[in-house]
């Protein structure tokens, strides 16, 4: 892909021709014309979603007006099973679509519905079309997501730990997991030992979503897990799932990482290269750290960055430093560069910026600058 590429352009007249070619060689009364008519003249103005949304809408239009033997055509065209055993590229967007069908216009025949999701997750993921049957549905769903925790496939065991994430980018939130996540858990419980890493990482991110709302369930969770199996693919969910409360400092996550968060350190003020820098630099900046302690102490150093907001108030963001061991009465130093460019997901503006040394979960010393 270019440089230019945008994930919008997944979508393209390409894909719509593939998608025609599919279908029509599984239902040769397909109505390919007035398909690709429909879609290729305005996928240039649409966004991602949108395209994805049109290509979802028109064939609901060009398909037969039951639901059931319309969604049927679109499993016979799916195509092989996928074989990689990660998620990559973009030939697999070619089913997102599909699952839009299912939940846009499948939720009143459940069986129906949940066969295609489990079909096309097979091909792709279906993690976000499944959430309104988890929401309509929730009994029958749940014992569907709970069957295929043992499937042979491990797409459509991904599908029980990535579709009931609370907090899935891009998707709707599932409010009554965030306040009672047990039903989550069950499924993650069955999956945590999942011999496919792309599973493992979804239980991991699943995790990360409930310790948002329910902090000490997740390192409570965790640490039974840990007593259950102490082998290194559990360190490294352990590690996974806590890594947005670790940023917050949470006693029991550092603990279970081997932190304490009781460690007495020295930090001198920050020294930074430049105080008046403007948008679109870096800084460079250092701190020394004096260890109080009689005996060596692991720290998990960070660095808050507080960025001016459009609202004229300021907002944290925790970055990861270093992770170091330091002995008794032992001096280190830490040197970080940290880049003030335009992003798409972070626009600065200028104006009273701050950055803040934290140590194992502890806030230490805090320098002012100001972005111009």
């Not at 989550?184 to 496919?196: A, F, G, I, T, Y």
């Not at 806590?242 to 350190?265: D, N």
Request: glycine share 4%; proline share 6%.
């Amino acid at each position: 892909m270019s440089e230019q590429f945008q994930l919008r352009e997944v979508f393209d007249s390409t894909m719509v021709n593939k998608l025609v070619s599919n279908i029509s060689s599984v239902w040769p009364s397909f109505e390919h014309k007035s398909f690709i008519d429909t879609i290729t003249p305005n996928l240039s103005k649409l966004s991602f979603g949108d395209r994805c949304s049109l290509i979802t809408d028109t064939l609901q239009s060009n398909l037969p007006e039951d639901f059931p033997a319309a969604v049927q055509i679109l499993i016979d065209a799916l195509g092989p099973e996928a074989v990689a055993d990660s998620l990559s590229g973009f030939d697999g967007f070619i089913i997102m679509p599909q699952c839009l069908f299912v939940s846009r216009y499948g939720m009143d025949y459940f069986d129906a519905s949940i066969n295609a999701l489990y079909e096309m997750t097979k091909r792709f993921t279906a993690e976000g079309d499944i959430r309104p049957f988890i929401e309509r549905y929730p009994k029958k769903t749940m014992a569907f997501l709970h069957r295929i925790t043992n499937d042979i496939n491990p797409y459509a065991r991904r599908l029980a730990s990535e579709g009931t994430r609370p907090r899935l980018p891009l998707c709707q939130r599932l409010p009554q997991f965030q306040k009672k996540p047990a039903p989550v858990l069950e499924l993650l419980d069955k999956l945590k030992s999942d011999p496919n890493l792309m599973v493992r990482r979804s239980v991991a991110n699943n995790l990360n979503d409930i310790a948002k709302d329910n902090p000490d369930i997740v390192v409570e969770t965790l640490t039974r897990w840990q007593k259950e199996d102490p082998g290194k693919e559990m360190k490294w969910i352990i590690s996974h799932s806590l890594r947005s409360i670790i940023k917050q400092g949470h006693p029991g996550a550092l603990q279970l990482l081997g932190y304490s968060s009781k460690v007495e350190m020295i930090v001198s003020d920050i020294d930074v290269s430049n105080k008046n820098p403007a948008i679109g630099n870096e800084i460079v900046f250092s701190f020394k750290i004096t260890s109080k302690e009689n005996k060596p102490c692991k720290l998990m150093i960070d660095y808050i960055v507080y960025y001016m907001k459009a609202n004229g108030k300021q907002a944290p963001k925790v970055f990861k430093a270093a992770k170091k061991t330091i002995a008794p009465d032992q001096s280190i130093t830490i040197n970080k560069k940290h880049s003030f460019v335009q992003r798409s997901t972070r626009v600065h503006y200028p104006g009273k910026h701050s950055i803040e040394v934290q140590i194992n979960g502890k806030k230490y010393t805090k320098v002012d600058f100001e972005l111009s």
